[in-house]
């Protein structure tokens, strides 16, 4: 018999299974739930995205140091997380923790911001990645029609916000679907990014007719980034947001343990593991990508045929120098772009089991609304209510961008 308690109005119980009257069915594997974290962290959506911001900050010595740097934080925060939610294996997650661990003194109001904090968050990562990916097909399509510099089409603000749009209608129907089904779409992405990393870091390198030194790998310091930032620990420190960015996001495997089977050792080794292999893949990828940059002003330049895109000219014209065109460069991004898709599909399940959650416990306005669960155990309203907030982000963001930056 499990024994339902309160402690000022957070639900828990005093068992050892997952809070709450469940609704959303265990029906998750631990490489299920290993895939949904790994898909969300993914490294090759990250490092793709946020290039630009390590080669820029810092250069080679920011992004291979830093990744290490972050990747060792990450899994001291890792084994707190994990510990704690074998203790509490729920998909509440974050917030549920907070209350029972501050006591009931500070319970109330270390949940409330907690959980505030992590679904806003979570908003915010959904909102970027599918942001991002927009402007990467944006790129595609540059780079098919000619490039930046060959009169190539740049789709125009109004389009890539329209694209934006569109990519979380689709993650939303996606996310609509019964939780078996994106469990194996879940792990068709973690395989996407493990394959797509090993070939991206060996093919890149190799079809590159010139590679830049190990030296320039392991100790070069861009110092120069245009933006009148002189002081090299500050650089440094900035350079590590693309690290900090891209190795987030893990807690994931908290917030569906209540649909994985055996939750309180399943979620903590998914947490782990996610992390593990991330920090690994992840080097890999970033050295892979660095050896082939030869000419950091160039890759950085909003003149080249990327269009200032760091990482979309390193790979246009490493395929571009070697065959003449660079259609292989394009596919390659293709490949990023799909996991990116696939990070924006994790990253709303996600949000929508954050949100499910935190409004079962009455903690969102109209919670009675979002918390309600489908015939197929699916939370379907938190799911398109959070495509929809995703979506108000970034048309919030783009018009006040746009406000100061007219052209």
């Given at each position: 018999?499990?024994?339902?308690v309160?402690?000022?109005?957070i ?12 609704k959303?069915?265990?029906?998750l594997s ?6 949904f974290?790994?898909?969300?962290v ?19 010595v ?10 060792f ?8 997380m ?6 509490f ?6 917030y549920?923790?907070s209350?029972?661990?501050a ?13 505030w ?12 990645v ?25 789709a ?9 749009g ?8 996606i ?14 992405a ?5 394959v797509?990393?090993?070939v ?8 590159t ?9 392991f100790?070069?310091f ?13 650089i ?7 690290s900090?960015?891209v190795?987030?996001g893990?807690?994931?495997?908290a ?6 089977k055996?939750?309180d050792m399943?979620?903590?080794i998914?947490?782990?593991?996610a ?15 660095t ?15 990327a ?13 571009k ?9 394009i ?6 772009a ?6 924006g599909?994790?990253?709303?399940t996600?949000?929508?089991?954050m ?5 079962r416990?009455g ?6 609304y979002?918390?309600k669960?489908?015939?197929q155990d ?6 398109w ?6 979506f108000?982000m970034?048309?919030?963001?783009r018009?006040?961008w ?6």
């Amino acid at each position: 018999m499990v024994k339902k308690v309160e402690v000022n109005g957070i639900a828990s119980l005093d068992s050892e299974e997952p809070g709450y009257n469940q609704k959303l069915k265990p029906n998750l594997s631990l490489i299920s739930n290993f895939a949904f974290s790994f898909s969300i962290v993914s490294v090759l959506t990250g490092i793709t995205i946020l290039y630009n911001i390590g080669l820029k900050f810092g250069g080679p010595v920011s992004m291979v140091y830093g990744w290490l740097i972050a990747g060792f934080f990450t899994i001291i925060v890792g084994c707190s997380m994990a510990e704690i939610c074998s203790s509490f294996p729920e998909v509440s997650g974050l917030y549920n923790w907070s209350a029972k661990l501050a006591g009931p003194n500070w319970a109330p109001f270390a949940s409330w911001i907690t959980g505030w904090f992590n679904i806003a968050g979570q908003w915010g990562l959904t909102t970027s990645v599918d942001f991002a990916l927009a402007q990467i097909i944006q790129v595609i399509i540059l780079l098919s029609t000619g490039g930046n510099n060959g009169g190539g089409y740049k789709a125009s603000k109004y389009v890539v916000m329209f694209i934006h749009g569109g990519l979380l209608f689709i993650h939303a129907l996606i996310n609509s679907l019964p939780i078996t089904l994106l469990s194996f779409l879940g792990q068709l992405a973690a395989l996407w990014n493990v394959v797509g990393i090993i070939v991206l870091m060996v093919l890149i390198p190799l079809v590159t007719t010139e590679n830049a030194s190990a030296e320039f790998v392991f100790t070069n310091f861009n110092a120069n980034n245009g933006e009148g930032i002189h002081s090299k620990p500050y650089i440094f420190v900035f350079g590590i947001l693309m690290s900090q960015y891209v190795l987030s996001g893990y807690d994931a495997s908290a917030h569906m343990t209540e649909e994985t089977k055996n939750a309180d050792m399943n979620g903590p080794i998914g947490i782990l593991s996610a992390i593990g292999v991330s920090i690994i893949v992840g080097w890999g990828y970033i050295l892979g990508i660095t050896f082939a940059v030869t000419d950091v002003p160039r890759v950085l330049s909003s003149d080249n045929d990327a269009g200032g895109y760091a990482i979309a000219e390193v790979f246009y014209q490493s395929f571009k120098g070697r065959y003449g065109n660079g259609v292989g460069g394009i596919i390659c991004l293709g490949v990023a772009a799909v996991a990116i898709f696939f990070c924006g599909m994790s990253s709303l399940t996600s949000n929508s089991r954050m949100a499910y959650a935190f409004s079962r416990d009455g903690a969102m306005p109209f919670s009675s609304y979002w918390r309600k669960v489908n015939k197929q155990d699916v939370p379907i309203c938190a799911v398109w209510f959070s495509a929809i907030v995703c979506f108000c982000m970034a048309l919030t963001v783009r018009i006040c961008w746009f406000s100061f930056h007219p052209c």
